[in-house]
């Protein structure tokens, strides 16, 4: 869900059982996955005045009160789906915790951030974490500290390109990490365009056995992204 959710709570309702129908529909194990962010704390005081990092705007224009995520979690609850949530900051994993969600999720661009994995692997909740920009010895590196802080933990395959284009999508490197990982379950993380459904069978093929994707609904006065997919795509 990310912040597809636009900061509004009836949006990322409406989200959260379009793609609930379409894991019923289906049969799907699925679960809605949050992003958490301590805002505006977690953004630097100077950035949150700077106007050339796109990022920041998007992030505090969607910001949600906690409250409102507990709405959205009760909801994901009673459509019998996991709840994961990716923290950004420390604080946020004790909000994760606090709220009782199922799994918890290490973003790429956390993957060396060491007190944030020391306080993912603390929180004794399962494991999902993303590769995306990594050296193979730096997996190595978050797979030897994972295994060494006693955790239950998958990863992910990603490649950290929104949208990734069909030649960057490194497919054969899902099969490479059942091969050298053949106790842990392997997954894929991905952004390529949201009509085009060939890669998750050909990922589902080199071995992976969890997928993720960005989803989101387009509104009055809101479009999705080239790398989200709507419930209809969801259902492709």
Not at 115 to 143: F, H, K, M, R, Y
Request: proline share 5%; charged share 25%.
């Amino acid at each position: 869900l990310a912040n597809n959710h636009q900061g509004i709570t009836d949006h990322g309702l409406n989200i959260i059982n379009a793609c609930a129908d379409a894991a019923d529909k289906n049969k799907v194990r699925a679960g809605i996955k949050f992003q958490f962010r301590d805002l505006p704390g977690f953004v630097h005081a100077d950035e949150q005045k700077n106007p050339t990092n796109k990022h920041v705007p998007r992030f505090l224009s969607t910001i949600l009160p906690w409250d409102e995520y507990r709405v959205l979690l009760k909801r994901i609850q009673e459509r019998g789906m996991l709840s994961i949530c990716t923290p950004f900051d420390e604080n946020s994993v004790k909000h994760i915790v606090d709220m009782g969600f199922d799994i918890i999720k290490v973003a790429s661009c956390s993957a060396k951030d060491w007190p944030l994995l020391d306080a993912i692997a603390d929180s004794g909740l399962p494991v999902i974490a993303s590769t995306g920009g990594l050296l193979q010895e730096e997996v190595d590196g978050l797979v030897s500290f994972l295994r060494h802080k006693g955790c239950n933990f998958s990863i992910m395959h990603c490649v950290a390109i929104y949208p990734t284009p069909d030649e960057n999508c490194n497919l054969a490197n899902i099969k490479e990490f059942c091969a050298r990982y053949p106790d842990i379950t392997i997954g894929w993380s991905t952004h390529e365009d949201p009509d085009d459904s060939i890669f998750v069978g050909l990922a589902m093929a080199s071995g992976a056995k969890m997928f993720e994707r960005h989803v989101g609904m387009e509104a009055k006065d809101i479009e999705l992204n080239k790398y989200s997919s709507s419930p209809e795509q969801v259902d492709k």
